[in-house]
């Protein structure tokens, strides 16, 4: 089992910034990929970002590349969402992902096995 927890989440005006974090608990965390979606009102729950076990190797969604950026420390437990230039369809809720069964980073939310309960980013214009 792995517990995740998410936190950092709150409002914020149009291009300000925000850093989430996401602290696990429960299997060895350095040995899988970490991923962030995201989930609007009434719309789809959507990948953001991944990054792989060791932290080398990382992957966004267009619509973020360039303004967010996915990090981890293995000795803390902890996956990282920075998000800069923050626009109002940003506005979501975030959710971190473990990928405990097969490879490496991945856009694909059924690959990923354990889910946090969520944080409200709230981007006012």
């Known amino acids: 089992q792995v517990q995740l927890v998410e936190s950092g989440g709150g409002l914020v005006q149009a291009g300000g910034s925000l850093r989430l974090s996401c602290a696990a608990s429960?299997?060895?965390?350095?040995?899988?990929?970490m991923g962030w979606f995201r989930q609007a009102p009434g719309k789809e729950r959507e990948f953001a970002a991944a990054v792989s076990w060791s932290g080398v190797t990382t992957t966004y969604a267009d619509s973020v590349k360039g303004r967010f950026t996915i990090s981890r420390d293995n000795a803390k437990n902890t996956v990282y969402l920075q998000m800069n230039s923050l626009k109002p369809e940003d506005t979501a809720v975030y959710y971190c992902?473990?990928?405990?069964?097969?490879?490496?980073?991945?856009?694909?939310?059924?690959?990923?096995?354990?889910w946090g309960q969520g944080t409200q980013v709230t981007v006012s214009s």
């Open positions: 992902a473990a990928r405990i069964y097969g490879g490496g980073v991945t856009l694909v939310r059924d690959d990923y096995n354990y």
């Open positions: 429960g299997r060895t965390f350095s040995r899988y990929a």
